[in-house]
């Protein structure tokens, strides 16, 4: 069982790492937009255009990463459950 609790946590961390990293790059992005347009504030249309398709490139990684994490955890899990309830049965075969 300590396996399957390493997978767990395996899973999990490496999904906050990227959700890190995302949010992460997302400030970096908004940040130099920022910076570019009060550097030269006619700029700012451009800048935000040019920004939008870096942050939903970089928000859509978060978000693909949250789902594989929860279809690594719920595989997990399907790995846990049809164990955990067969025992009952078996035990219930040998009582008789």
């Known amino acids: 069982m300590g396996g399957m ?3 767990y946590l ?3 961390v490496g999904a906050g790492l990227v959700v890190i990293g ?3 790059g997302i400030g970096k992005l908004a940040g130099s937009a ?3 347009a009060a550097r030269q504030p ?3 249309t451009a800048l935000q255009t040019m920004m939008i398709i870096p942050a939903a490139m970089i928000e ?3 978000l693909l990463a949250l789902v594989t994490v929860l279809l690594a955890a719920l595989k ?3 790995a846990i459950v049809p164990a955990a309830t067969a025992a009952p049965a078996a035990a ?3 009582a008789k």
């Open 76 to 78: 997990l899990n399907s």
């Open 42 to 44: 006619e700029a700012l």
């Open 5 to 7: 609790g390493l997978s």
């Open 22 to 24: 995302a949010g992460y």
């Open 10 to 12: 395996g899973v999990f």
């Open 34 to 36: 920022l910076e570019g």
């Open 60 to 62: 859509g990684l978060g």
């Open 92 to 94: 219930e075969a040998t």
